[in-house]
């Protein structure tokens, strides 16, 4: 099979519009697990066992099983009960769903790195509890934590073909259809994995310096 | 005849089965200079952390102003007090600690106007203005801009100070304030609360190991030991008379150690 650079020219439109989608659900996904993920840390260190153990409870059975079952969940189960979600909405809460989990486990080192001091010292000064996480705690959680958070914004972006599965039409599944139309699958495929391979490259850079710049702040 | 600010009735407090206050009971009156001194371990520094509702008691009752400190009235029966009961209470209080816990997030005007604008809803040039006072006071308005990090332990302990101050608490409690700092440095700090001593009438707490200063500061001596108070009279007599065998056998090893009485 010979390489076909006029193929390729012709699909590349098709494979940029799958791109976009492809960045866009990783930013709202990102977005989503980034504060659902705060909220679940935050919660499970409640006081109120009523809230905790619920919450580790939900955090423990979307780990525990596959990001792909739950998509065919959201999108092919939810409808049999009345809730119908367009495909993207849907692939943006699975995502962020699923990776919320994980940022709160990544949250819940930050917060407990927070030292008790801080807590202490923000009740002394008379600080709702409220005003203590935004003003005190929060502050000092994140910027260490930043790194970890940012690695687990590549991993997303890297498991977005899955998305193809509900219907939502990002790069891996433009790919799969310019391909199945054509019978050619060496130049979508090849480009979708350059396209990846290019933007994970580029993320690579941007976590260097993340942790160069927030690493030394932690300290 | 005035009412005592502080009156603890019959506190206890245990850690699991480590019993740290046994059956306490002390007043405090209005502008009232107390140190508390006494081996590490005797509980002296659990009081304060008790006043300034950083722990739970496990008996007893306290009261702050006229007011229960762990207790309130609800329906004509008496209750735990509540996590609102609790913050309306700590406006009478601050503190100040052994290791200073400035945020270190935010610069040192930040650090002291934080809470009066967020818990008393002080406009930011108002809450600004006082702290620029307080940091005149402690003699670090120059510092007003610099972060945590940028200061000595002397200077950390001076801005914890004003901080504590800004709330204008009708009651300060210092926890070991010159422990953690070099030697040289303590003098600064001791200094402050000298002239806060002399020109307020705030009622304060005091848990040091430097007997000189507690000598020069404070109204009244008590002695701890195991939980209870030993020992309490004013400073010359705790200091050149102890009464106990246990006072002296403490003054005799803090001298020995090398500290000023």
């Known amino acids: ?219 | 005849m005035t009412a005592p600010i502080i009156r603890i009735k019959e506190l206890d407090k245990s850690f699991g089965t480590l019993r740290v206050l046994d059956g306490l009971s002390f007043d405090v009156m209005p502008g009232e200079k107390l140190a508390l001194i006494g081996p590490s371990g005797s509980g002296k520094t659990t009081i304060l952390r008790i006043l300034m509702t950083l722990e739970t008691i496990s008996g007893g009752h306290i009261e702050v102003c006229g007011e229960q400190l762990y207790h309130m009235q609800r329906n004509g029966r008496e209750v735990p007090a509540d996590a609102a009961h609790l913050h309306h209470m700590r406006r009478h209080i601050g503190m100040v600690f052994q290791h200073f816990n400035l945020f270190p997030h935010k610069s040192v005007l930040d650090n002291i106007t934080l809470a009066p604008m967020l818990t008393k809803a002080e406009p930011r040039a108002r809450a600004e203005a006082r702290a620029m006072e307080l940091l005149e006071m402690v003699g670090l308005a120059d510092k007003a801009r610099a972060m945590p990090s940028q200061l000595s332990g002397g200077q950390k302990q001076r801005v914890a100070i004003a901080r504590a101050l800004a709330l204008q608490p009708r009651i300060m409690l210092f926890d070991e304030v010159t422990s953690a700092l070099d030697p040289e440095l303590v003098e600064e700090v001791l200094l402050v609360m000298k002239r806060l001593a002399a020109e307020t009438d705030m009622t304060m707490l005091l848990v040091t190991h430097e007997m000189g200063f507690a000598h020069e500061f404070a109204d009244r001596v008590l002695f701890f030991d195991k939980g209870r108070i030993v020992e309490q009279g004013p400073p010359d007599q705790i200091f050149r008379n102890p009464e106990h065998e246990r006072t002296q056998t403490f003054l005799r090893k803090i001298i020995a150690a090398g500290h000023r009485v």
Do not use: C
């Open chain 1, 1 to 219: 099979m010979e390489w076909d650079w006029n193929f390729v020219a012709e699909i590349m439109p098709t494979l940029l519009q799958g791109l976009r989608l492809t960045l866009l659900v990783t930013l709202l996904s990102a977005v989503v697990a980034a504060g659902l993920g705060l909220a679940f840390a935050i919660l499970r260190r409640s006081e109120n066992r009523l809230i905790a153990a619920p919450v580790g409870l939900v955090i423990e059975f979307i780990r525990g099983t596959p990001l792909l079952v739950q998509l065919y969940f959201i999108f092919y189960v939810l409808p049999d009960i009345g809730i119908v979600l367009p495909p993207l909405a849907a692939g943006v809460i699975g995502m962020g769903l699923h990776y919320a989990t994980y940022t709160a486990e990544v949250y819940r080192a930050g917060i407990e790195n927070v030292p008790r001091d801080q807590w202490e010292a923000a009740r002394a000064t008379n600080l709702t509890p409220r005003q203590t996480w935004i003003h005190v705690i929060v502050p000092q959680a994140v910027p260490p934590m930043i790194p970890a958070l940012a690695n687990y914004l590549i991993a997303m972006f890297k498991e977005t073909p899955l998305l193809s599965a509900i219907t939502v039409l990002e790069l891996m599944n433009q790919a799969k259809s310019v391909a199945n139309s054509s019978y050619r699958y060496i130049e979508p495929m090849t480009m979708v994995g350059m396209f990846f391979l290019a933007m994970s490259l580029v993320s690579v850079v941007i976590l260097r310096w993340l942790e160069h710049r927030f690493g030394r702040l932690a300290k």
